[in-house]
């Protein structure tokens, strides 16, 4: 049996990445939310694209985040 789910993809912005250690940080912080499939961030920009069973909370990203150390804008 073939299960039919759409994923989302929701972008984000993220203020205070400066290397590749900060942005394995930040996808892990977001990986471990429940629901996630997938995180793809460009260290340039701050971009993060989080695909997703439903969609993440942003106030919960937020605090996810500012946990690891960072802030999301």
């Known amino acids: 049996m073939t299960e039919n789910t759409n994923p989302q993809i929701q972008e984000f912005y993220v203020k205070g990445m400066t290397c590749e250690h ?23 920009s701050g971009k993060v694209q989080v695909e997703s069973e439903q969609g993440v909370d942003r106030e919960h990203l937020t605090t996810v985040i500012a946990d690891a150390g960072y802030e999301l804008v």
């Not at 900060?22 to 340039?44: E, H, M, N, Q, T």
């Open 22 to 44: 900060c942005v394995k940080r930040v996808s892990k912080a977001i990986s471990d939310l429940p629901g996630v499939a997938s995180v793809s961030i460009d260290l340039s």
